[in-house]
């Protein structure tokens, strides 16, 4: 919406009315819900928050929602390995410990370099 609310119907049974809700009562009841660290509503991602691979055509989040592409360069998948700094961090890990190989070789970058990709993350997801 213009005015950067976000309009929510909620069941009869919950409420008798719609409710408008803003971008932050949005991002703490889903915080409350899920368990998720952020939501970013309005922006989309698609770089890997694990590896930092940022080369795929297609969004991992859109308007905060994991769109469930699974990286081709670490193997995470987003909304199930990306969504707290925890399961980046042991994801992160996990794939430092196996010599931060491809999952999908054949789609490497010739040029790609694993530090310049960790280095280009956004500083939550970078410094963890």
Do not use: K
């Not at 990709?117 to 500083?123: D, G, R, S, V």
């Amino acid at each position: 919406m213009p005015d950067g609310t976000v309009s929510v119907r909620l069941p009869w049974r919950f409420r008798g009315r719609p409710r408008r809700w803003t971008d932050s009562e949005v991002e703490r009841l889903c915080r409350r819900l899920n368990g998720i660290d952020t939501v970013v509503i309005g922006t989309r991602e698609t770089f890997c928050r694990v590896c930092g691979y940022d080369d795929h055509p297609d969004e991992r989040f859109s308007d905060g929602v994991p769109q469930y592409l699974i990286c081709p360069c670490c193997g995470s998948e987003s909304g199930i390995d990306d969504v707290t700094h925890d399961l980046v961090r042991r994801s992160r890990e996990t794939w430092v410990d196996r010599g931060r190989t491809w999952q999908a070789p054949e789609e490497r970058p010739a040029d790609w370099d694993p530090g310049v990709a960790l280095a280009a993350l956004p500083a939550r997801w970078r410094d963890l």
